[in-house]
């Protein structure tokens, strides 16, 4: 027969691992973003896993403290993440704008080569028809 200590330390191991591999999954998002907001959304993520396993913890060991550390924690986490949130939002360029401007200023760096290759192939035709009519005008001296 299962007892109750039984299925409670499985409980607590399953959650366990199911924290640990949320903790991996959100480390995973936090390194690879790919944008800014995605990170910060990360932090507070691991911020909640972080409360999860405080949680677990406490359940497990019986000790009461553990739920004032993961309200404390929880209170922190949330102000940090409306700390970031006004920060990209008053001074902070996400990745998109970036990769914008990037291709903005490509663009634009085609266009003045495109506009110069033409302004150099206009050249040189001006100075093939020069050239022609210098020789056409030596030719016709030698013919006179």
């Known amino acids: 027969m299962i007892s109750v200590q039984s299925i409670f330390d499985h409980a607590v191991l399953a959650a366990l691992a199911i924290l640990c591999l949320s903790f991996l999954i959100t480390i995973y998002r936090i390194v690879k973003g790919p944008t800014l907001p995605d990170r910060i959304l990360g932090l507070d993520m691991l911020v909640a896993i972080a409360i999860g396993f405080i949680t677990v913890i406490g359940i497990k060991t019986g000790y009461t403290l553990y739920v004032d550390v993961a309200i404390a924690l929880g209170l922190v986490g949330f102000l940090a993440t409306v700390a970031f949130a006004r920060f990209v939002l008053s001074r902070g360029k996400t990745e998109d704008d970036i990769l914008a401007e990037a291709q903005q200023a490509a663009s634009d760096a085609r266009r003045e080569d495109r506009a110069a290759a033409k302004e150099q192939l206009r050249r040189d035709a001006g100075n093939q028809a020069r050239n022609i009519d210098a020789a056409?005008?030596?030719?016709?001296?030698?013919?006179?």
């Open 136 to 144: 056409a005008s030596r030719s016709g001296d030698h013919h006179e």
